[in-house]
């Protein structure tokens, strides 16, 4: 159960537990490979390749822990599909100035909540891992700029996996300047 998750507007009470274990092994390797590749493309600084990771009319979310935990509906971001992505990574490399930096993303072990169906999708997938993201300005010393947990849901599509959500709900209230890039 997500450390969040009896705290929260989000119940892993109506969530169907795999209990194929061959099938959570499989499921946790692909997903675990999906959020390393997730990390990777944000820290390679490969923006255009982040909308991709979801379907077309995902959520992405990004919400203070004490604003999730009271059901407060307020987010530094909440984008509502694949197009707002694509405006928000365009707004990010061509028109915002900031002093440069390079984040480094590390997201821990994934684990599986349970699914759920939806009119949407047949299955979603529930899952929960936690994240920290690191910044480096040229010239200065590492620091730690996010660290929270990522509620997601996956979906399959004829391409693999996808994320139908995903829910970065950070722990501190304190931001460091501004959230620019994608969490």
Same mark, same amino acid.
């Given at each position: 159960?997500? #450390? $969040?998750?009896?705290?929260?507007? *989000? ?5 169907? #537990?795999?209990?194929?274990k &061959?099938?959570?092994?499989? &499921? /946790? ?6 959020? @390393?590749?997730?990390? /990777?493309?944000?820290?390679?600084n490969?923006?255009? /390749?982040? #909308?991709?990771? *979801?379907?077309?009319?995902a959520?992405?979310?990004?919400? @203070? ?14 984008l509502?599909? /694949? =197009?707002? +992505?694509?405006?928000?990574i ?8 900031h ?9 821990g072990q994934?684990?599986?909540l ?7 999708? @047949?299955?979603l997938?529930? %899952?929960? !891992?936690?994240?920290?993201? *690191?910044? %480096? ?7 730690v700029?996010?660290? =929270? ?7 399959r ?5 996808? $994320? ?7 722990? !501190?209230? +304190?931001?460091?300047? !501004?959230?620019?890039?994608p969490i």
């Amino acid at each position: 159960m997500s #450390p $969040l998750a009896t705290h929260s507007p *989000f119940s892993t009470e109506a969530l169907a #537990p795999i209990s194929d274990k &061959l099938v959570l092994q499989d &499921l /946790q390797f692909e997903i675990n490979h999906l959020n @390393a590749k997730y990390a /990777q493309t944000l820290n390679d600084n490969n923006f255009d /390749q982040w #909308p991709d990771f *979801f379907i077309e009319n995902a959520r992405y979310k990004i919400q @203070a822990r004490e604003n999730y935990v009271r059901g407060l509906p307020l987010c530094l971001v909440d984008l509502e599909s /694949q =197009g707002m +992505m694509k405006d928000r990574i365009y707004g990010v490399t061509q028109t915002i100035f900031h002093a440069p930096y390079y984040t480094r993303h590390l997201v821990g072990q994934v684990l599986i909540l349970g699914t759920q169906s939806t009119p949407e999708h @047949a299955t979603l997938i529930v %899952t929960s !891992s936690n994240y920290s993201v *690191f910044r %480096t300005k040229p010239g200065q010393t590492s620091e730690v700029f996010n660290v =929270g947990q990522y509620v997601d849901h996956w979906t399959r599509t004829h391409e693999g996996l996808k $994320l139908a959500s995903r829910h970065c709900i950070y722990d !501190s209230e +304190m931001v460091l300047n !501004s959230l620019i890039y994608p969490i």
